[in-house]
């Protein structure tokens, strides 16, 4: 079954939502705010998207800017910097088995699933 790391206020997000809807498959819907994962669910995400975990942080993001960026993290620093604020995690992320991929690109999100 499919999984959608979802943040409802991201149009990025809800676009890929309404492209999974629109797939007829059977997928589950993961609100990270409210439910953020666990270090290993993190981890293991980063694994399948085959990404260090820097590229999943959303650089941009206040919370980066004033409490992280100019540190020098190791990855597991920054995993727990994204579960102690959510917000940072690149949204949406598509999970498919083994497998994961970061859904900003409808083409590549369709691609994925199918």
């Known amino acids: 079954m499919l999984q959608i790391y979802h943040n409802s206020r991201c149009g990025k997000s809800r676009n890929c939502l309404v492209l999974l809807e629109s797939s007829n498959k059977k997928f589950?819907?993961?609100?990270y705010l409210t439910h953020p994962p666990s270090f290993e669910e993190l981890s293991t995400i980063?694994?399948?998207l085959n990404i260090k975990p820097m590229a999943l942080v959303r650089q941009k993001e206040k919370i980066w800017i004033e409490?992280?960026?100019?540190?020098?993290?190791?990855?597991?620093?920054?995993i727990l910097a994204m579960i102690s604020y959510p917000i940072l995690i690149e949204r949406p992320i598509v999970v498919k088995g083994s497998k994961a991929?970061?859904?900003?690109?409808?083409?590549?999100?369709?691609m994925f699933i199918s």
Not at 28 to 31: A, D, R, T
Not at 67 to 78: A, C, F, G, R, S
Not at 101 to 110: A, M, N, Q, T, Y
């Open 101 to 110: 991929i970061i859904g900003r690109d409808l083409e590549k999100v369709s």
């Open 46 to 48: 980063i694994e399948k």
């Open 67 to 78: 409490n992280y960026k100019d540190q020098k993290l190791d990855d597991k620093q920054i």
């Open 28 to 31: 589950e819907v993961i609100h």
